[in-house]
């Protein structure tokens, strides 16, 4: 592979790992604060990011040794809708800035299982923003956000409130694959 | 907090996400190559580092805001005596270098719950690379290694195999506390 794509899925990783956790930390924050849903959306997304980290991991699994990685990460530990706001920005800046780097250099080295892994990944944080959106939204006006079931697809991170998708949207995986939050 | 512990805490972070996800990778590889039990020891000590990462984010739940974080973290997806090798470096490296440098700072700044979370995380990480060494010898050995259960301390990360421990030996945390894998 590689060395500036390797670099960068070595970065995505970083990222996605740190977001795994985050999203965890602010999960039992939600829950403690009275909003369940917003924990199960929290949890639920906190596992797409595991899928993404898994995946770039797998694409550079040659890649063995030792590294310095460097990823943007969010930090702090606020009320739930400061929490929610940060993963918003957070979505944001994967959708609009790391991935469409990242994305053009591995095509431009035309790495093939790089573009794959980080193109699942752009898709899906697009509906995490948009999810966190309206959690964000119920809960600044005091209430849980409307999502009972939270359903998340193993393959590419894709996530749907209150329903799985007969075909994943994103990948095409079938509904039966959804994991269910 | 002091800017350096506070940078130092991200870093921890950083890594502790990353070793946390690597190991779930490996977990999975171990159970596909027929160990099941180290599948299970990689699972737990997975668990164990997200213990770390939550503590070191709560420990700066007031340092708000989105960061570059750099930090180390070992890459590769090998044979399990391979990937328990990496494992072994990771752990030691954490012992050796990356907290005692950590924690002389954190020391040096009168950063108590640095210096709190850090203290569990570097004792934790003895046993970590021990209990890996312990696996390693077992699948070089062709077999899978005797840990038919392995509890975790949910408050420092400790990990036991085969039983816990009247009292964690670093945190004190109760037997009933533990969770097991
Ligand atoms: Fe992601
Ligand atoms: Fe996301
Ligand atoms: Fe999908
Ligand atoms: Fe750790
Ligand atoms: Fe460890
Ligand atoms: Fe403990």
């Given at each position: 592979m590689n060395a500036m794509t390797a670099q960068n899925l070595r970065s995505a990783f970083g990222g996605e790992s740190q977001a795994h956790m985050r999203y965890l930390v602010w999960a039992n924050k939600a829950e403690k604060e009275g909003f369940p849903n917003v924990g199960r959306l929290f949890k639920a997304i906190s596992f797409a990011e595991q899928v993404h980290a898994t995946g770039h991991f797998k694409a550079m699994k040659d890649?063995?040794?030792d590294f310095q990685?460097?990823?943007?990460?969010g930090f702090g530990l606020g009320t739930t809708s400061e929490n929610l706001q940060g993963a918003i920005n957070g979505e944001n800046f994967e959708v609009e800035q790391m991935y469409p780097a990242y994305i053009a250099v591995a095509e431009l080295?035309?790495?093939k299982?790089?573009?794959q892994s980080m193109k699942f990944a752009i898709e899906a944080e697009k509906v995490h923003a948009n999810l966190y959106s309206e959690a964000k939204e119920a809960v600044d006006g005091g209430k849980d956000v409307?999502?009972?079931e939270v359903y998340v697809c193993p393959i590419c991170g894709y996530v749907e409130a209150n329903g799985a998708p007969d075909k994943c949207p994103i990948c095409g995986a079938k509904?039966?694959?959804f994991i269910k939050y």
């Open positions: 890649e063995s040794g990685v460097t990823a943007g990460a080295q035309n790495e299982a790089a573009i409307d999502f009972s509904k039966e694959m």
